[in-house]
């Protein structure tokens, strides 16, 4: 494996072409005192395009980014960009954390310093952007699923001298880890979710461990979180390439695809901007806009869907899991349906925060990470 230091530096050209889509933004119609009950209300997305454009301020969100240790490593023929917090202290255990969608490591920048930078417990923080994401570079050929992810961020770590670590992931992050568990365990110490992957199906044995009455109502509720807002799953699922054509070249839609999610998936009760400011969200959707990895991003979906997380008779992950369930994660099984194929040794749950747990409880993640991973240090 080869790394290298890696500065983000947007070219002022493009910064210049983001503004002048913003100015020409073709605004759709509405229905007259709608406002949020068909998506995001007119209004307030006209006052973001505007922020976008008048006030944030890209630039300043850079030398930000920049002051933290961006590398670039090739694996098996990709280039991956990853953060690198190294501990000073001798006991320090590894940990990779992965990000889903629409995320990327910005939402982790919270919690991986305080993880390194502790004294008592301490880590070795590598937080890796998925391929097709941030700045890892976009696959070119089909296949790039989670299992495939897996594997690289095996090597990756193997590289970077650790043949043992604990993984952590949320969202497609979630998968990714539960993969390394399941298909690496001489690798994975133990792992920690704060999401149990959405295509995950134990094997069950209605002879002889029929469904519980929480997981009857669980998978029922599951249907009907998807029939009323996995649109967005559909889509990416099946047609991203179609709709990367639209994110890709309007910067408002792009905006007003991910800032959706945003709003509908934190604990937030609908007001996006008490959970994270305009600067926040506006950093997360430029850093889409300026990779140009919206269409690579959702092609994640389709791949996912190819390769589902599916365990046969007598599958399970052996490596120790921690589980930790946010109030507002939705659809969250019961531990009772998680155990089916994984080793639940620790299962928290907190009265607030929603599916982005790093950005949203940065102080409730870390705790909840030290103390799962504490007895096996």
């Known amino acids: 494996m080869t790394e290298q230091r890696f500065t983000i530096s947007v070219p002022e050209q493009a910064i210049n072409d983001l503004h002048q889509r913003l100015k020409r933004t073709r605004w759709p119609d509405t229905v007259t005192g709608s406002a949020w009950t068909y998506g995001l209300d007119l209004d307030w997305m006209k006052s973001i395009a505007d922020h976008w454009l008048t006030a944030y301020d890209w630039r300043a969100a850079e030398r930000a980014l920049n002051a933290h240790p961006h590398y670039i490593a090739e694996i098996d023929g990709l280039r991956i960009h990853y953060l690198h ?19 990327s490591f910005l939402e982790l920048l919270k919690v991986a310093p305080a993880l390194a930078e502790s004294t008592s417990d301490p880590f070795h923080v590598v937080v890796p952007s998925l391929p097709g994401f941030g700045f890892s570079e976009r696959p070119a050929s089909p ?12 090597k990756l770590m193997r590289g970077l001298g650790y043949d043992r670590f604990v993984a952590q992931g949320g969202d497609i992050g979630a998968n990714v880890s539960s993969v390394m568990a399941w298909k690496h365990p001489e690798a994975v110490i133990a792992f920690h979710l704060n999401y149990i992957p959405g295509s995950y199906r134990p094997w069950v044995d209605e002879a002889t461990q029929p469904l519980r009455a929480e997981e009857i109502a669980f998978r029922r509720q599951a249907q009907h979180w998807h029939d009323e807002k996995g649109g967005y799953w559909h889509v990416q699922a099946t047609q991203p390439q179609t709709l ?18 945003y709003r509908d998936w934190a604990d937030c009760d609908g ?3 008490r959970r994270f400011s305009r600067d926040e969200l506006l950093t997360h959707v430029s ?45 969250m099984p019961p531990r009772s349906w998680v155990e089916r194929a994984y080793n639940v040794v620790r299962w928290t749950e907190h009265p607030k925060g929603g599916h982005f747990a790093a950005w949203e409880e940065p102080e409730v993640f870390t705790t909840d990470v030290r103390e799962f991973v504490a007895p096996c240090r």
Not at 143 to 154: C, E, K
Not at 244 to 260: E, M, R, Y
């Open 143 to 154: 296949g790039m699923n989670t299992f495939r992810t897996a594997d690289l961020w095996v």
């Open 244 to 261: 990367g054509f639209t994110l890709n070249d309007s910067p408002v839609g792009l905006a007003a695809w991910l800032i959706d999610k």
């Open 271 to 273: 007001d996006v901007e």
């Open 287 to 331: 850093l889409y806009w300026f990779t140009e990895t919206i269409a690579s991003s959702c092609r994640m979906y389709l791949e996912m869907r190819k390769a589902p997380l599916v365990f046969g008779r007598g599958e399970r992950i052996a490596i120790p899991c921690g589980v930790l369930r946010l109030a507002k994660e939705e659809p």
């Open 85 to 103: 917090f190294r501990s000073r202290h001798a006991h320090a255990v590894p940990l990779v954390i992965t990000h889903g969608w629409p995320g």
